[in-house]
């Protein structure tokens, strides 16, 4: 049986800062990291989507984290073909986004930006998650190799977000493909009533590593606001679900990360610290 591990999808989130989780005396940036890291053994980084991580800030991860924990970091926006603003970008580049040159030199500076984290093994995933409007085909194909390509000896895991990837018999497919580069399949949980919902299938592409993420079941997925989007309170029932297929994939894969993206106030740590009550971790 592979290790599991639980955590939540963002320890700095404003919402997770403001709810009062965090004690009093442990409010600054090295307290909320200690803090967290006492409770979870697994965090994702969000904030390296909107802006490229520094060599610094990854250090000092390492250095206020105890041996075994690990930080699952996720893709910089440009990385996954998200829109990218033109002032996150480092200085003197080409404005157009699309330019080589421009792709050139973000992936060196995110691949400089993680090498703390790789260096001191602590580097659970780079989750490259991908647009919606990333369907199966052609382009995707050569984008998920160039991908590859960029990622050489990293551990990554790859989340889609239209439904056509894991539909019917394409499921298999899109199974082979992850595993043929080594990249971890991100299984996902959401509102299973709205049209752009991920079915929440836990195929398991990589013997080292598989995710779950999540979302909390927000009819406003996609529509409302940040808060409307992950305001959702998981009940022991919805997590219940989970509790076999979480065990499933840890039959198969050496360690399986299960993080909540549910933040909205405290409610992402609190459905991690219960779901691992109920695996019993």
Known sequence: MGEILIGS??????????SGWYPTGRRDAEGRLRHYAERFPVVEVD????ALPSERNSRLWTERTPDGFVFDVKAFSLLTGHPTRSAVLPAGLPGDPRDPRTLD???????DGIRPLREAGRLGAVLFQFPPWLRP?????????????????????????HPDWWCGEREAETAELLRSYG???????????????????????????SVVRFHGRSSAWGTGSKEDRFRHEYSDDELREWVPRVRALAA????VHALFNNCCADAAVRAATRMRELLGR
């Not at 971890?184 to 080292?208: C, N, Q, Y």
């Open 105 to 111: 030199e973000v992936w060196r500076r995110f691949t």
């Open 252 to 255: 198969r894969a050496e360690r």
């Open 9 to 18: 999808c963002s320890w700095t989130d404003r919402a997770l800062v403001g």
């Open 137 to 161: 085909g052609v382009r995707a194909r050569e984008i998920l190799a160039q991908c590859a390509e960029r990622t050489a000896g990293w551990p990554v895991s790859v989340e889609f977000r």
């Open 47 to 50: 904030s390296t989507y909107y």
């Open 183 to 209: 990249f971890a399949a991100v299984a996902v949980d959401m509102e299973p009533s709205l049209p752009s919902a991920i079915p929440p299938v836990t195929p398991v592409t990589s013997g080292r590593l």
